[in-house]
Structures are given as structure tokens and as C-alpha cells.
């Protein structure tokens, strides 16, 4: 009986003394591990240190550094530079800009280096303007007129449009909408483009029969 005892005593303290190994080991590697990468990741050889901002024209380019700047000076667990070409947040970033600036219609993130990196923006064109209609309520105050807005080639809705001149763009009309216009689509795009296919047939044969009619310069949208 004590025979086995003993035995038993033997086996738990070997068991305890792998234990103990393991968990060394485990805490040994850990550390090398968090200060491996801290070390990576707060070295200067791969800190962005500068930036170019190129295609924008419209939107301020401090603006847009201002932002991104914001986004890079956030540290991870307190420790880990935002900064880091290696773990700075691309995907904010590119998503963050994309939704702040809606007449942004692409961003390309390339990088010269581990210290530079180049954002190419590429602006919305202004193709269309969208006239809302005030509602009824609206329409009992003094002086409300239509709010109108730039559009792109596919009928996105991105920017108010306070003043413009008539003839130089085509203009949209429609009642308000709940909810606001703004990165929304005047119509579905295919639906969109259809309807353009059908104004241009639309002036096509006006102009076989009257020519006089050059252009349709406006279109009032219905809902039913």
C-alpha cells in the first residue's frame, strides 16, 4: 500500500513538473513574441513618415491629410503605432474617405517604400443636377424653392448644387424623398441609363420632324 502511494506521489509531481514546463515555455515564447513585434512594429524603418494626396481638386487636400492623419496617430493595445505601414488601418481608411467625401469615386493606396504612401483620388464629374420640389408643408413658408443637387454620369446623388446655370447640365425634377437624396441613385442605374437611351431617341425623332428642337434639357419624374 505504501508502495503505491509513493507511486502515486512520484506520478503527480511529474505531472506538475510538465505543467510548470509547459506554462514557462508558453510565457517565455508570449513575451518574445509581444516584444518581437513591438519592436517590428515602432521601428522606424517601417513608420510612414510622409504622404502624397494627388487627384483630388475640389476637396481640400488638408482636409483629406487631416483625415488620414487622425486615423494613423490611433495606437493599437497602447502600444502599437497606427502609423505602421504594416498594420495602419487601410480598409478605415479607404472606407472612412469614401464616406466622408462622397464626390470621391474611387481611392488607389500605393506606397513608395515602408515610409511613404500615395492616395490617388479620382472625383465625381458633375453629368446631371437633381431638383427636389419642396412639400406642401414646405410650400406654405415664404421663399422655399427646389433644393438641387450635383449627380455623376450614373445618376449618384452626392453634393448640393446652390446655384448653377441653366442649359449646362440636364436637370432631374421629382417631389422631396424621406430620407434625403444624398448617395442615393436618381433612379436604379439601368433604369437610369434606359431612360437616358429613350430622351436621346426622344430628340432624335423631334428633331427628324421639327428641327428646330435640338436638345431636351430637363425631365420631371413622377411617382405612381
Known amino acids: 500500500m505504501s508502495f503505491s502511494r509513493e ?7 511529474i505531472r506538475r513538473k510538465k505543467a510548470f514546463e509547459i506554462f514557462s515555455v508558453a510565457v517565455f515564447v508570449s513575451v518574445f513574441l ?3 513585434w513591438g519592436y517590428l512594429f515602432q521601428n522606424e524603418k517601417f513608420l510612414i513618415t510622409s504622404m502624397i494626396i494627388d487627384g483630388n481638386s475640389s476637396i481640400k487636400t488638408r482636409d483629406i491629410f487631416n483625415y488620414i492623419n487622425s486615423k494613423l496617430s490611433e495606437r493599437y493595445a497602447l502600444l502599437f503605432p497606427g502609423n505602421n505601414i504594416l498594420i495602419y488601418p487601410k480598409s478605415e481608411i479607404e472606407s472612412g474617405l469614401l464616406k466622408k467625401y462622397l464626390k470621391i469615386e474611387s481611392l488607389k493606396i500605393s506606397y513608395n517604400g515602408f ?3 500615395i492616395f490617388t483620388l479620382k472625383e465625381r464629374k458633375s453629368v446631371f443636377i437633381l431638383c427636389e420640389h419642396p412639400t406642401e408643408d414646405e410650400k406654405l413658408k415664404e421663399d422655399v424653392a427646389d433644393k438641387c443637387f450635383y449627380a455623376d454620369k450614373d445618376g449618384l446623388v452626392y453634393e448640393p448644387a446652390p446655384s448653377f446655370s441653366e442649359g449646362v447640365l440636364f436637370v432631374f425634377y421629382e417631389n422631396k424623398r424621406v430620407g434625403g437624396i444624398l448617395n442615393k441613385n436618381i433612379l436604379p442605374v439601368e433604369d437610369f441609363h434606359k431612360l437616358l437611351d429613350f430622351k436621346d431617341k426622344l430628340v432624335s425623332v423631334a428633331k427628324s420632324k421639327a428641327p428646330v428642337i435640338s436638345k431636351i434639357s430637363e425631365i420631371e419624374l413622377k411617382s405612381f
Do not use: A, Q
Not at 507511486?7 to 509531481?13: G, M, Q, R
Open 34 to 36: 509581444f516584444v518581437s
Open 7 to 13: 507511486v502515486i506521489k512520484s506520478s503527480k509531481k
Open 115 to 117: 515610409n511613404k504612401i
